[in-house]
């Protein structure tokens, strides 16, 4: 797709490839992400405060939104006899380069197992988790 303002990247997980495409949104976009000599500004900082409540982590220059996006898991369901046997979650995270990474039963996806069970409480939602593999299973209490 030379000429068009498209990115791509490929995932792998375990048992899985993921292909992505992420078609940059913008008619404006000119192949340059945010974080470039103004984006740190005052000005500019004061006008994204209060059109978007936040401001972007400084440690992802690449990555200009909601400091918790960055945890991104993927849906997985595992069927069995044509039906849906178990709901998990492919742990993943955008790292500092701003490329998502798959990660397993460590540091940094028991961080992101606990930052989506902790969301998923304070939703007043059922659902629980627990590491089957290096992937989070989803069960209802």
């Given amino acids: 797709m030379s000429g068009d303002s498209t ?21 404006n976009f000119k192949g340059e992400v945010h974080g470039g000599k103004d984006s740190n500004n005052a000005e500019w900082v004061k006008k994204r405060v209060g059109r978007f409540g936040f401001i972007p982590d400084p440690e992802y220059p690449t990555y200009p939104f909601h400091p918790e996006s960055v945890y991104c898991p993927v849906a997985k369901l595992v069927l069995e006899d044509g ?40 939703a007043g939602l059922n659902g629980r988790l627990a590491w ?8 209802a209490e």
Avoid at 132 to 139: L, S
Wanted: hydrophobic share 35%.
């Fill in 7 to 27: 990115s791509k990247f490929i995932l792998s997980a375990k048992d899985c490839n993921y292909h992505m495409d992420i078609t940059q949104a913008s008619p």
């Fill in 83 to 122: 039906k849906v046997a178990s709901y998990r979650m492919v742990l993943m995270k955008v790292e500092r380069d701003g490329v998502p990474y798959v990660h397993g039963q460590g540091e940094v996806g028991q961080e992101i197992f606990d930052y989506m069970q902790r969301i998923t409480t304070e």
């Fill in 132 to 139: 089957v593999g290096d992937e989070a299973e989803i069960t």
